[in-house]
């Protein structure tokens, strides 16, 4: 009876933010913990060569990562986001947009391309999570709507890359009502039959779990990445217990079949172009 | 979780009065006393519900009194047969489902069902659907597109259910489905937010030709003491959220989030059921006639293009 228990659940630790790899220094793996070379991790795509703890990274690494030979062509890049509600918190919206379109170099939480993943012509979306927890508001949704228009239009796949705390509190029902638009976008992708891959990176939550990340013809997923829909702490609260180890991670979703597959970084832009082509070529 | 202010306290004291006067007094004394109270019960409801705060609306959305789903099964439609389960895991009392017929018009019918008492919220889950009640909800939504019903749908949830089970069984994948095959359903949906409009747990119900929502009803992506906790790390500022969030039938109609607002007396859905059952059905036969002349293709459509519009940003 969890009602009756009334010890508080213990706070999870703070969720690592996307991490800077100083050149030429030791630095601690947040996974194992053990001190490894900073080269040695950026060399390996971010990820800890003794424990495989994949690090976060900009959206501009990703596309680094996986476009190829790192080429892309950036579209969609007119849309800027507003404050419709005039919210207020502790800062006005619209000086913490103008706070994190600084800091992260990006004008929004997603950054839309025209690229080639091994060959194969694609329009790849990659959230930024170092703006504002990549949370989806009015442009993220937006982009992601035209960026499936020009699919249609141009005959070719979608990848989203997710990287998300969910929809975006400061835009309130405008954010909740871009789950129900690129949803709805989805739909009319699949009726022309085009390819759409999600690939689930750490963290990936809320809103954004609940629409498109989860509606890939197949969802790919870094390790041990968190994916979900309420955050683990918002379920200890309501369930007044310690969450196991492992639960909500990648592993954990493709045990309880909820992702196709668990890819390690070094090999994501191989299986998206295998996969790509198995769902491109129709002879 | 924050006392809440008692707002309606002196509604209910006029309201004791009058019940007192109905008991014990004499005929002849009864009849003037009783229009004074009654008069000055309808000026005080007035006043307070004139000058409802955001978080005061919240208040009311969520009284356990105010009509659920099943109360406006009753009241609007005949016929009504309940049916359950997902085919896949299990039944979910938080989301009730079934076929009915309004006002001579088979339909499906899908709502949040919160529940009144204690027994029943616990029952009910408080109407945080699990998986499976978003499946069940979809399944019936296929069945209404096959026997091209059209599907009425009532919103009343807190929001999805935040349990390890929820979560384990895929509720975000079963969320995420059901927007995605609402947008394409080929045959008339129509939602309307009858109380608490939660976030996804809402929308899961909520992709419709047309989105209503009662005068007192509130709609939001996420609830005024989950937003204040995590902005102000202080849930009891959750009046201060409720004014942020803009979540009141008001604001969202001037966004153009929802299509209609549908009316209800000063004192709210709670005080005066049956004149809210009343204006929610003429609201639906309205858009039932409306919508029922439409072609498929161009009400898919219409759904669809109504959404794609929905956002706040501007072109560089």
Known sequence: MWFRKKQKPEATPEKAKAVKVPKGLWIKCEGCGQIVYGDTVEKNNKVCPKCNYHFH??????????????????????????????????????????DYQKKSGETEAIVVVRTEIEKIRTILCVMEYGFMGGSMGSVVGEKIKRAIDICIEERLPLVI???????????????LMQMAKVSAALSDLAKEKLPYISVLTDPTTGGVTASYAMLGDVNIAEPKALIGFA???????TIRQK?????QKSEFLLEKGMVDLVVHRNELKKTLGLMLSFLLDRS | MQEVKDFESRIREIEEK?????????????????????????????????????????QVA?????????DIIRAIFSDFV?????????DDEAIVCGFARFEGINCAVIGHQKGHDTKERAFRNFGMPKPEGYRKALRVMKLAEKFSLP?????????????????????AEAIAVNLREMAALKTIIISTVTGEGGSGGALAIGVADRVNILKYAVYSVISPEGCAAILYKDASKADIAAQSLRLTAKDLFSFGLVDRIIEEPYGGAHHFPEIVFENIKQTLREQLRELSQLEIEELIKQRKEKFYRMGALKEV
């Open chain 1, 57 to 98: 990274i900009s959206s501009r690494e990703r596309l680094e990562l996986l476009c190829d030979e790192g080429k892309y062509e950036e579209i969609i890049t007119n849309l800027q986001p507003e404050d419709p509600l005039n919210f207020v918190d502790s800062k006005p919206y619209k000086e913490r947009l103008n």
């Open chain 1, 161 to 175: 890359v997710s990287a998300s705390g969910g929809a975006r509190m400061q835009e309130s029902v405008f954010s």
């Open chain 1, 231 to 237: 955050g683990p702490r918002v379920i200890e609260q």
């Open chain 1, 243 to 247: 969450l196991p180890e492992n639960f």
């Open chain 2, 18 to 58: 009058i019940e007192q006067i109905k008991f014990y007094e004499k005929p002849e004394k009864k009849e003037k006393e009783l229009l004074k109270l009654e008069r000055e019960l309808k000026k005080e409801m007035e006043t307070i519900y004139s000058n409802l705060t955001p978080w005061q609306t919240v």
């Open chain 2, 62 to 70: 969520r009284n356990p009194k105010r009509p659920q789903t099943l």
């Open chain 2, 82 to 90: 309940e049916i359950h389960g997902d085919r896949h895991f299990g």
């Open chain 2, 151 to 171: 599907v009425l749908t009532f919103i009343d949830t807190p929001g999805a259910y935040p349990g390890m089970d929820a979560e384990e069984r895929g509720q």
